[in-house]
């Protein structure tokens, strides 16, 4: 499986990396709202290869989100790399493929209209979160990962080992 990972300059470090440490065997391209060097918020680093805005959907087979503080930011102002994460959950929904976010990155799945009916969950925050995926018409799961069909959400860093493990058994179909 070919999957996109979009970052956010002061990504969450262990969202990125232990999901990334369950997808060995899969092709990973990560992309940002820059190319080059992104710094995590605990210090660690990644290379992004492709600017966010540049994924075309049929090279790949699923989208990745990863959160914290940097993308919560980017939710926040709506920004260029909100807005071409936007986008490419939209369109790689409408193509029947896999879509997986983390933490607050769900956030996007719901502002994209996705979560309409599905299972959901987020790294909530006196229940603010909760309540965006509410709003956007997804059933709140308190659960570390959640999957309902081709979209997958985990609640923040200690889920992202399990988050990766459903991505990387995801069949894509």
């Known amino acids: 499986m070919k999957l996109a ?10 969202e990125l990396n232990d999901t990334v440490a369950q997808l060995s065997s899969h092709e990973i391209t990560i992309t940002s709202s820059k190319t080059g060097t992104v710094s995590g918020a605990d210090g660690g680093s990644c290379e992004a290869t ?7 959907v049929e ?5 990745v989100l990863i959160g914290g503080p940097g993308m919560a930011q980017a939710i926040d102002s ?7 994460a936007l986008g490419n959950v939209k369109a790689f929904s409408s193509a029947g493929k ?8 769900p956030i ?36 570390p ?14 889920a992202a080992s399990g988050f990766g493990k459903a991505i990387a058994g995801h069949s894509g179909r």
């Open 98 to 105: 896999l879509v997986a976010a983390i933490c607050i990155s």
């Open 59 to 63: 090279n790949f087979d699923g989208i």
């Open 145 to 158: 990962v959640v999957q309902d069909g081709k979209i997958i959400t985990a609640n923040g860093p200690n």
């Open 5 to 14: 990972i979009v970052v956010a300059e002061n990504y969450r470090d262990q």
């Open 78 to 84: 709506k920004d260029s790399l909100y807005s071409a």
């Open 50 to 56: 492709m600017l966010t805005s540049d994924i075309v």
């Open 108 to 143: 996007i799945l719901a502002d994209a209209g996705l979560l309409l009916g599905k299972n959901a969950t987020v790294w909530d925050s006196g229940g603010v979160q909760k309540g965006k995926l509410g709003a956007a018409g997804a059933t709140y799961k308190a659960e």
